[in-house]
C-alpha cells in the first residue's frame, strides 16, 4: 500500500513484544492483566491480547464498552466515573456482559442504586494523589457510606478499589514514579487492610503505564490495567519507563515545503493528525515529535536539534538543523515519532501496520 | 433528542447570520467569497452557504475537496502547498471539477508540470509575515521562475497570489490585526502591480478570519476565504474579531463528580472531545473553554473564575469558585464554550443543531 498523505503505521511486532513483556510481569507478580483499551480503541488489536489469554479488559467510556462488547469481549470495566446520564446504556450493557462500574461519589451511587437493572460490579476509585477523580484515600467514611449502599442492593457487586497513580506522567524522574507508586500501594494496602474483614474477595486495581512498566512491587495488589504501554511514546520514553524501540508508531507523512532562511521544513500532518500535547525540548521549546527520515534507503532518527516544533490543521513545522536541511526533499516521507500514542491514535482512526493491514478504531466502525 | 454524552451542539440560526454577514461584506467590498470549509468539514452545513450565492469554496487537503466533490461543489481550491504525492488524486479531481492548486516552491511546480494531465489553476502562495507557507513577498525571482514554468504549460492556469495572513491569531489587539492586514494589503497589491501587465486577470486572495472579520480596507483584493467566522470560538472572541453571542458552538458534557477540597468540577469530556489548544486566563493559566450553567431553565455564562482547565483523555477539570460550586450537580449538563472551534469539530465529528438535526462530518462520512 502506497503512502501519499498522513499515516499511522504500527509495528505489530512491538506491539506483541510489549503486551507480551506486560502479560508475564502480570503472570510473574500474580497481578490479573486487564489492559486498557482506550489507547488503541480498536477490535483488530483488541484480538491480539487474546493470545496472552486476556479476557478482562478496561476502556474509558460507555460506547467503548458497547464496541468491545459488540467484538466479542463479556468482561469489562469502564474506568471512568459512571456518568450516569447513560443509565439506559448500562442497563443493557449489564444484561449481556460482566460490567464492571467506577463509583466515587454518593450521589451516582445512590442514582445506581435505585435505577440499575442488571448484576454489575462496583469499584470505588480511590485518589491516591493525582487528584483528578476518586475518593482520597482517607476518608474512610465517605467510603463507609458507598459500601453501606452497595451492601443492600444485591445487583451491585462490591468488586474493589481501583486507583489511577496518573501523576506519574508528570514525574520529573524515575525515582519519583517509584515515590508515587508506592505511596499508592501503602494507601491501596491500607483500605484492603481495613475493609478485608466484611469483604474477603475485595481485589485492589492499579493502571498507569509508568509504574506497570517500572515498578517492581505490586504486593497486596490484584489487577494491572495499563493501556499506553501497547504502543508508548516519547513522553513514555523521556520519562525511562520504555526504550526507544519500543515506540510502536509512527505518523508518516509527506514533506510539502522547505525554509532554507528559517531552517524549516513543512509536512502535510497537523494538529488533526497529531495531538498537541507537547514535550519542552532541550532548547526550551515545545517538541510534538521526533524526526526519522529514508537515507538511501536506511531509517535515520534525527536528534532533536531536528523536531517538529509548531502545528496548524493540516501543517507541520519541522525545526531543522543547517547540516540536515539538504537532507529533507518536497515528496519525501517522513515519520514523526509521536508525543502521545493515545491522542493521536484517537485523532488519526486508523493504523496501517508493517504488513500492510488497516486497522480501523471504533472512530472508522 | 436526548443528549447523555458529550455532544456538539450547533446554533443554526447563529451560523446562518454568521455567513450572512461575511457574505455581505464581501459583495460591499466587491470581493468573491470563497469560504474555507476545513472548519465545518460538513457536506450539510456546505449547502448553507449555497443560499448566500456561493459557489466557489476552499479546503485544505485533497481528500477534503473529493469529499466535497462528491457532494456537488465544482469550484474548489486546495490552501495547502500542492501534496505531489497525491498527483493521482489530484488528477482525478482536476479531470472533473474547476480545481485550484497551490504552489510556493519550484519543485512542487516542475512535477505539475509534468504529471498533469487536466486543466488546473494554479495560486501561487505568498508569506506575508506568518513564516509558515509561502514564497517571501519580495522574492519576486522566485515568482518569475514559479510563472515561467506555468506560462509554459497549457494544462496550468495561473489564478493569482494567495497568502494566509495566520500571524493576525496571535495578535495582541486589535490594532496588531490591522497592523498584520495592512502590510499584507501592501505586500500583495505590489504583486499585482508588478504582474497584472503579463496576467491581467490575476487575482489576489486573503482568508484569515480576524482580519476578514474587522478590517474594512480591501482595496486591490479580489477573493476573500475565512473559515472559522461560521463558528467563531473564545480565541475570536478574545481577539475582539467577533461578540461573544457569534459563537456558534457549545460542547455539550455530563457533569461526573465534584471535588469541594479543590473545588472543581469533573466533566465526562476531554482531549478527544475538545482541542487541546487554550487561551491564558486572568489568573495566569491554561483555559480550555468557559463554562455556561443551566439554572432553573435558564442558561448562565460563568465568569472566567470558572472555567475548563485541565484535559486528559476523557476528564475535563473546571475550576469553579466557592460561590459557584454548589450550581453544579453530579448528572447535570454543562455547555463548555470551546477556545478552537475548527479542531473541536475535527474531533467530534458530528454537530447536533439547535433544531435536533444530526450532521456529521468527513469522519462520519
Given at each position: ?10 509495528d505489530k511486532?512491538t506491539c ?5 513483556r ?16 482506550k489507547t488503541h480503541q480498536?477490535a483488530i488489536?483488541?484480538e ?8 478482562a479488559?478496561t476502556?474509558s467510556?460507555v ?13 469489562i470495566?469502564?474506568?471512568l466515573?459512571?456518568?450516569?446520564l ?7 450493557l449489564?444484561s449481556?456482559?460482566n460490567?464492571?462500574l467506577l463509583?466515587?461519589?454518593k450521589?451516582?451511587?445512590v ?11 462496583i469499584y ?9 477523580t476518586g475518593?482520597?484515600?482517607?476518608k474512610t467514611?465517605?467510603v463507609d457510606?458507598?459500601l ?7 445487583l451491585?457487586d462490591?468488586k474493589?478499589f481501583?486507583?489511577h ?5 508528570q ?6 514514579i517509584?515515590?508515587?507508586h ?21 481485589k ?9 512498566s517500572i ?14 504501554f501497547?504502543f ?9 519507563t520504555c ?17 532554507a ?9 497537523g ?8 514535550i ?9 515529535g521526533q ?9 535515520i532518527?534525527?536528534d532533536?536539534?531536528?523536531y517538529?516544533?509548531?502545528l496548524?490543521?493540516?501543517h507541520?513545522?519541522i ?5 540536515d536541511?539538504?537532507?529533507f526533499?518536497v ?8 508525543v502521545?500514542?493515545?491522542l ?5 482512526g486508523?493504523?496501517?501496520t508493517s ?5 480501523p478504531?471504533?472512530?472508522q466502525a
Amino acid at each position: 500500500m502506497e503512502i501519499v498523505r498522513p499515516t499511522l503505521l504500527l509495528d505489530k511486532e512491538t506491539c506483541l513484544r510489549n503486551i507480551a513483556r506486560m502479560a508475564e510481569k502480570a503472570k510473574a507478580k500474580n497481578l490479573d492483566f486487564c489492559p486498557h483499551f482506550k489507547t488503541h480503541q480498536s477490535a483488530i488489536i483488541g484480538e491480539w491480547f487474546r493470545e496472552f489469554g486476556i479476557s478482562a479488559i478496561t476502556v474509558s467510556s460507555v460506547q467503548m464498552a458497547q464496541y468491545f462488547a459488540r467484538n466479542g469481549w463479556t468482561d469489562i470495566t469502564i474506568a471512568l466515573p459512571v456518568n450516569i446520564l447513560e443509565i439506559d446504556q448500562i442497563n443493557q450493557l449489564a444484561s449481556g456482559i460482566n460490567l464492571n462500574l467506577l463509583v466515587e461519589n454518593k450521589e451516582s451511587l445512590v442514582f445506581l442504586d435505585k435505577f440499575i437493572k442488571f448484576q454489575a460490579g462496583i469499584y470505588i476509585e480511590i485518589d491516591t494523589g493525582y487528584n483528578r477523580t476518586g475518593v482520597a484515600a482517607h476518608k474512610t467514611n465517605l467510603v463507609d457510606g458507598l459500601l453501606e449502599i452497595v451492601k443492600n442492593n444485591k445487583l451491585l457487586d462490591f468488586k474493589g478499589f481501583l486507583s489511577h497513580t496518573g501523576h506519574t506522567y508528570q514525574a520529573s524522574s524515575r525515582h519519583d514514579i517509584f515515590n508515587h507508586h508506592f505511596d499508592a500501594l501503602l494507601k491501596m494496602r491500607s483500605l484492603k487492610n481495613r475493609y478485608k474483614k466484611d469483604w474477603p474477595n475485595l481485589k485492589l486495581s492499579l493502571g498507569d503505564t509508568p509504574s506497570a512498566s517500572i515498578c517492581d512491587n505490586f504486593d497486596g495488589i490484584d489487577e494491572l490495567r495499563p493501556g499506553n504501554f501497547i504502543f508508548y511514546d516519547l513522553m513514555q520514553y523521556k520519562l525511562g519507563t520504555c526504550k526507544f524501540e519500543d515506540i510502536a508508531l509512527r505518523l508518516v507523512c509527506p514533506v510539502i515545503a522547505r525554509h532554507a532562511s528559517r531552517n524549516e521544513v513543512i509536512i502535510y500532518g497537523g494538529a488533526i493528525h497529531t495531538s498537541k500535547d507537547s514535550i519542552i525540548n532541550i532548547d526550551g521549546k515545545e517538541l510534538y515529535g521526533q524526526v526519522i527520515i529514508n537515507q538511501n534507503g536506511q531509517k535515520i532518527l534525527l536528534d532533536e536539534r531536528n523536531y517538529l516544533h509548531k502545528l496548524s490543521q493540516e501543517h507541520g513545522i519541522i525545526k531543522v538543523t543547517y547540516k540536515d536541511f539538504n537532507s529533507f526533499k518536497v515528496g519525501d516521507l517522513v515519520e514523526i515519532v509521536p508525543v502521545h500514542s493515545c491522542l493521536t491514535a484517537n485523532l488519526m482512526g486508523s493504523y496501517l501496520t508493517s504488513d500492510g493491514e488497516y486497522i480501523p478504531t471504533i472512530r472508522q466502525a
